[in-house]
């Protein structure tokens, strides 16, 4: 059987991950989060450090935004450890760690994958999980077309992973069949040759394995330009906080100018058009290095802060890679 043999696969070649030695349903919430949109090598190292900095949901808690802000740098969609903080601060609410899918579920930025993980892996509830691998392992070996972004496919593979989740071992199958996909079926190149459901697989067996799963191209790419100036004045640089509504909310950045603004002439260009990209849109970044005596006007949402203080900052790494090319 599918569920048999994934188990089987699973104890011989599942990942051996510092979050799967613990039925601590905090150090499995915080691996998911950070998990989501990062590798497993990025990601491991994150939580590591977050899980020595704020050992238990408490310390998160009790820690303030920016300083989340500022552990989470270089990992991106920072909306995640927003959130993350703002669930800590539910849990402490609640009195304990939520035991249920349904209450999982309401923790700020938990959504059914997400809530599904935890509750299989640290309470042991039959709850399956639906993630890329998932779609991926599933599309391929009972060679379903529909296509997995539309909400007749979620519906069909939500449906299709619950049937054949084993209620008494929901732990274990769910992270089966993501170690599967993650090392077995992968996106390019799956290792069909010595793959343990080679003979009942739809997509081997049809030749279609590249062509598994199917995903609408549905997603728009916009272009972006952004023009910044670093201001150096008596060992001092301006910085502010980006506001909601936009990217990269609650991280600090230099002086933005519009892209119609007039630069001032004693600005020097370090760099043009550097290239960032986000998952909805391309960056393009000017940067320049304005360097005076006497401090310039700027907006009143910028402070001014010394120039060794700037690592103390949460930034995005746009503005990281900006910064690596100021002369010392």
């Known amino acids: 059987m599918f569920n048999l043999t994934l188990l089987d696969w699973f104890r011989e070649n599942g990942r051996d991950l510092p979050w799967r030695?613990?039925?601590?349903?905090?150090?499995?919430?915080?691996?998911?989060?950070?998990?989501?949109?990062?590798?497993?090598?990025?990601?491991?190292?994150?939580?590591?450090?977050?899980?020595?900095?704020?050992?238990?949901?408490?310390?998160?808690?009790?820690?303030?935004?920016?300083?989340?802000?500022?552990?989470?740098?270089?990992?991106?969609?920072?909306?995640?450890?927003?959130?993350?903080?703002?669930?800590?601060?539910?849990?402490?609410?609640l009195g304990h760690f939520p035991d249920t899918l349904e209450e999982i579920k309401k923790l700020k930025g938990v959504g059914d994958y997400t809530a599904a993980a935890i509750a299989s892996i640290a309470f042991g509830l039959p709850a399956a999980v639906v993630d890329g691998n998932v779609y991926r392992v599933l599309a391929r070996h009972y060679g379903i077309d529909t296509p997995i972004n539309t909400t007749e496919g979620k519906k069909v593979f939500a449906a299709l992973a619950q049937e054949l989740l084993p209620s008494t071992e929901a732990s274990a199958y769910n992270q089966a069949i993501m170690d599967f996909g993650a090392i077995q079926c992968t996106p390019q190149s799956p290792h069909c040759e010595r793959c343990p459901l080679m003979e009942s697989c739809e997509a081997f067996r049809?030749?279609?394995?590249?062509?598994?799963?199917?995903?609408?191209?549905?997603?728009?790419?916009?272009?972006?330009h952004l023009t910044y100036i670093y201001i150096r004045c008596q060992g001092q640089t301006a910085i502010r906080r980006r506001g909601p509504g936009d990217i990269w909310q609650g991280l600090w950045e230099p002086v933005m100018v519009e892209a119609d603004s007039v630069i001032p002439s004693a600005a020097q260009l370090l760099r043009k058009n550097v290239k960032h990209v986000l998952t909805h849109r391309v960056?393009?970044?000017?940067?320049?290095?304005?360097?005076?005596?006497?401090k310039p006007e700027i907006p009143i949402d910028y402070i001014w802060i010394p120039e060794s203080d700037i690592d103390n900052y949460a930034l995005p790494r746009l503005i990281e890679v900006l910064l690596s090319f100021l002369p010392k």
Not at 64 to 90: I, K, M, P, T
């Open 21 to 93: 030695q613990t039925r601590d349903p905090y150090a499995i919430w915080l691996s998911e989060i950070i998990l989501q949109q990062t590798q497993v090598k990025q990601g491991w190292e994150y939580w590591e450090r977050f899980m020595h900095r704020w050992p238990k949901v408490e310390d998160l808690a009790a820690a303030s935004e920016d300083d989340v802000l500022r552990e989470w740098q270089g990992l991106g969609y920072y909306s995640r450890a927003r959130n993350l903080h703002f669930a800590a601060r539910q849990i402490l609410s």
């Open 206 to 224: 049809t030749g279609r394995i590249a062509q598994l799963p199917v995903k609408l191209k549905n997603l728009k790419i916009h272009e972006r």
């Open 283 to 294: 960056l393009y970044a000017d940067f320049y290095l304005l360097e005076s005596n006497d």
